[in-house]
Each structure stands twice: as C-alpha cells, then as structure tokens.
C-alpha cells in the first residue's frame, strides 16, 4: 500500500548503514526525529465540502486527502506534521476523455477551479490547493490507464494520460516494445504528468526527453477540446504540442497520449568508471556526449556523491578493496563516479561500449565493469526510499536541479551548493551537499543536487521557513548563472517567481496570453506555472 505521509510502497524501505548514517553524524550532528501526526489528525483538518452531490464527484475526506499535496519538501513537512492548509473539495475519477469533457463543462458553469491529478510525484508545488470562495474540484486521471492503440508500422502507442510508468511498460512489453521513458519517479508518476512537466527519463540520451517521444493527443481545455494529430515532421506553422508540454495543467487536461515507442532492446548494461578529478571527468563526458555514441545514459557524480554513494553501499571490505585498487590507478580524493548504459542488440551495444571506453581512458577512466551498474540498475527507483529513512533519522533531504550550457556547468554546480551551505549556516547549521549530472547533451548539461540537513526543533512553522530561505538562495544562484529554473520537474508554485527570468516580459505575456484564450474564467490550476497573484494558506 502507498504511504499516506512519505515516499512509496509501505512494503519497501532503503536502510542506512552504519557507514551512512556515521557520515551524516560527522557532517551534520546527531539527528533530531520528530513525532509524526497521525492520519487521523490530517484528516481532521479537511474542512466540509462546498461542492455538491454529483455521481462523479467523492467527497469524502480520505479521498480529499490523498490528492492535496505531492511530493515536495513542503508537501512532505505538511503531511509530516499534520498541517494540511487546504484541500480539494471533492475528487472525481473520470474513465474516458468524454467524462473529462463533462467535468470540465460542470466546473466552467459552477465557476469551480479544477486541479488535475495523476500519480501525485509533484516535487514542485503543482497539487496546492488555493484559497478563495471558489470551490476546488480535483480530477484523478487515475482510472485511465488503458493502451487505446498500437501502431506498430508507425511505432506509435496511444495510451489514456494517467498511464503510471509500470502499467504503461507491462502493456508494451506485452506486444515486444517500450517507450523508454523511466524518471526516478517512474513507479508512480504517468504518461501524462510527463508530458504537461517536460519530463526527463535516466536514458533520454537514447531514447529521447520527452518532448521527442509525445507525438499528439487529446487535449480538453474549458473552451474546447484539441486533438493533435500525428505526423512525423512538419512546416506547417508552430507546433501545437508545444503548448500541450509543459502547460503543467493550466490550460485544461491531456487525456490521450499518442507516444513514440520503440522495439524493446535485446540487450542492456550499466558499467561504473572512476576519475581522479572533476575536471577530467566533466572533459571527458562533455568530448564523449559530442561524440554521438549511441549510448543510453550517462551520469556523472561530483566527489561528494562518489562517496556518499560508495557510503550506501554497504560491503565495507569490498568497498575497502576498491578504494585501494582505485588509489593505486590515481584515483583517490576527489575521485568522480561515471554510470554508462549500453542499450539495444548485443553487437551495437558492445560496439558502443568498446568507443566509449576508448575514448574514456584519453582521460584517466578506471574501468571497473558491470557490478555497481548492475545494483543501481535494480535500486534505480528506489532513492526516493531514502528520504523516510533519513526522516525516522531527524534528518530532512530535499533535491533542485537546472540545466546550463557546458561553460557553466561546474560554477553553477558549486553555485548552488554554496548557496545551500550560506543559507544553513544562518542558523549555525551544515547542510551536506552532492550533485550529479544527469542528462547530458552535446551544448551542456542538467545539474541535479541533493541537499542533506538535520530537522529544525520546533515543528512545521520554522522547518517551512528554513526550507523556503534555502529553496530561494539556490533558485537565485541558478538564475543569477543562466540556468534554467527547471530541466525535468517543471515549474509548479515552488518555481514559479523565478520563471519570469528566463522567459522574458514578452513571453510571460504570451504565456498568460495563452491561459486566458483557453481557460477565459481562469479555473485551471491557479497559481501553478504563471505567478497570477492567487493566495495560499502558507
């Protein structure tokens, strides 16, 4: 069963060695576990309906709960703490685009504001609740899950939007292909929630973002629907997909989504290599990315999540080993970890293998085989997991990442970390800090970091405030270095005040433009994506 307050399938945990849990001891202080409220006590703060009876529409308070909040370090404090600001008024769970149509229609007419919901992994704000006279109605995409097509001339799957990760892939895999889209939040996180998110998967580098997989669809907007159909290019004026990714439901609610698939692969490995520096290893992956191997993933930790990472790993004397072996290949402080896949028929792949190796070794790689690559390949969903461990241990683990061209990938990267250290150390606290790449291209690449700290004392109210201090100071550093606000989670509430930077006057005015022209009464997700001035309780 999925946790009501944390990450996941109750049945599944990630434990923390002593190793781990010594490390975080030394960086950080002895934790500070809290008191978790009970379900009971959120449930006690969902305030009576406004909505009516409508043979669509739950209102009751569970079901009202489970879609309030995602999965964002706020969200996370909230369910936590038990301090629920404002939920839906009821929740609806549509099993076709027609009864999509017929909800939006009954919000249109009553005025009531509508919040889609899919798998509910929103790291970034995009489920909160607003606060105002207008009644919140949610619609779960849940139920519609269905393959509607395969074309199999074309490669092309039409699958309804609330398709989560694992039942979109049985149902391929079923007639011998995959999309290839797996975001570390595959588990739960649906077709549909990529696309309106512009979401990025472990192996985009083979497979494609998924601004290359998502072909066309349904679309219902409060005006109207939209169906965009398939064609494999075009010049016909501007794409109108662009305005479905990314449009994080403000426009109205992707119903069907015509996917780009592929047969799915004889053959696939992950193979782990070392470096002694940064550098050589950001010059070494940045000259092998330009390269165009067809290689299906490439992720690069800096030092401090090398050794965080050889830290979870357990098997202190064979980890001992391998710290040994590497110093004896140079590879000693300050040695960075690269995670290579190989996807697709054998002799490609080991093709592809044997140029990257190659090329690696130009820059000091030590090669050390499939091993790690073959244990992150079977926990690569599972660090998620990670973060209730850390909470039942008093300490808090948030992520932010970005997107920059290759000049400035390493001073953003210690950018952000910097930020993190200066807005902690207010308060006479350490954060430890460590960042990966994880998506890379031949112009630059995205910068994921995770940020590790111990629990503030007091409860919700001061572990809100820090948390919010820290999210700006390193959202500012990446606007201050010309990143993007967002590579793969989306914008949200969370990232919204930081849009207008990269955008421009211009494009926000086109974006807003947008919002009006195809939800004119404004009911569609209010306050997510564009900055529009809507309240909220905290």
Same mark, same amino acid.
């Given at each position: ?103 939006? *229609? ?238 697709? *028929? ?75 250290? *200066? ?108 900055? *529009? ?6």
């Amino acid at each position: 069963m999925r946790r009501w307050n944390g990450w996941g399938d109750d049945a599944t945990t990630m434990a923390l060695n002593d190793k781990a849990s010594s490390m975080l001891r030394e960086r950080l202080g002895e934790g500070l576990p809290q008191q978790d409220a009970s379900l009971e006590q959120a449930l006690a703060k969902i305030a009576p309906s406004r909505l009516p009876d409508h043979p669509l529409i739950v209102r009751e308070a569970r079901a009202r709960f489970a879609v309030a909040l995602g999965e964002s370090y706020a969200d996370w404090l909230r369910k936590r703490y038990g301090e629920i600001p404002a939920a839906p008024d009821g929740v609806a769970f549509p099993e076709s685009s027609e009864q999509v149509r017929e909800l939006l *229609d009954l919000a249109q007419t009553h005025d009531w504001v509508v919040i889609p919901f899919a798998g509910g992994t929103s790291v970034a704000g995009h489920l909160d609740t607003p606060l105002g006279e207008r009644p919140v109605l949610s619609i779960n995409l849940g139920r519609m899950s269905r393959l509607l097509h395969l074309d199999k001339t074309s490669q092309l799957a039409t699958f309804q939007s609330g398709a989560a990760g694992p039942v979109l892939e049985a149902q391929l895999r079923a007639h011998g292909y995959t999309l290839g889209h797996f975001p570390q939040s595959f588990e739960y996180s649906t077709v549909g929630g990529w696309v309106v998110t512009r979401s990025s998967g472990q192996q985009s580098l083979r497979y494609g973002r998924i601004e290359q997989l998502f072909a066309g669809g349904r679309f219902e907007a409060p005006i109207g629907s939209l169906t965009i159909g398939t064609v494999p290019a075009s010049s016909a004026g501007p794409d109108l997909r662009e305005i479905i990714m990314g449009s994080e439901g403000r426009f109205g609610v992707l119903t069907e989504a015509v996917m780009r698939v592929t047969p799915a692969p004889e053959h696939e490995s992950f193979h782990a290599l070392f470096f002694p520096s940064w550098d050589q290893a950001e010059a070494a992956v940045r000259s092998l990315v330009q390269r165009k191997l067809p290689l299906s993933m490439l992720r690069l930790s800096n030092a401090v999540e090398t050794e965080t990472n050889l830290a979870l790993a357990g098997h202190a004397s064979q980890i001992a080993w391998l710290e040994r072996y590497l110093g004896w290949r140079g590879c000693g402080d300050g040695k960075c970890l690269l995670m290579l896949g190989v996807t697709g *028929d054998p002799r490609s792949a080991a093709q592809a293998l044997r140029s990257a190796r190659q090329h690696l070794a130009r820059f000091d790689a030590v090669y050390i085989g499939t091993l790690m690559g073959s244990k992150w390949q079977q926990n690569r969903f599972k660090g998620p997991y990670l973060r209730n461990t850390l909470w039942e241990h008093g300490y808090g683990a948030d992520t932010i990442e970005t997107a920059v061209d290759w000049p400035r990938v390493k001073n953003l990267m210690n950018a952000m970390e910097q930020a993190a250290r *200066d807005a902690f150390a207010e308060d006479g606290e350490k954060v430890h800090c460590f960042t990966h790449l994880s998506h890379l291209y031949p112009q630059g690449s995205s910068i994921y970091s995770t940020f590790v700290y111990r629990i503030a004392p007091g409860g919700f109210a001061p572990n809100l405030a820090r948390w919010k201090r820290y999210k700006a100071r390193v959202s500012e550093a990446i606007v201050e270095h010309g990143g993007t606000i967002s590579h793969q989670h989306g914008v949200g509430r969370d990232h919204a005040p930081y849009l207008a930077a990269e955008k421009g006057p211009l494009g926000m005015a086109t974006l807003h433009e947008l919002r009006r022209h195809f939800d004119p009464k404004g009911i569609m997700n209010p306050g997510k994506l564009l900055d *529009d001035g809507t309240r909220w309780a905290d």
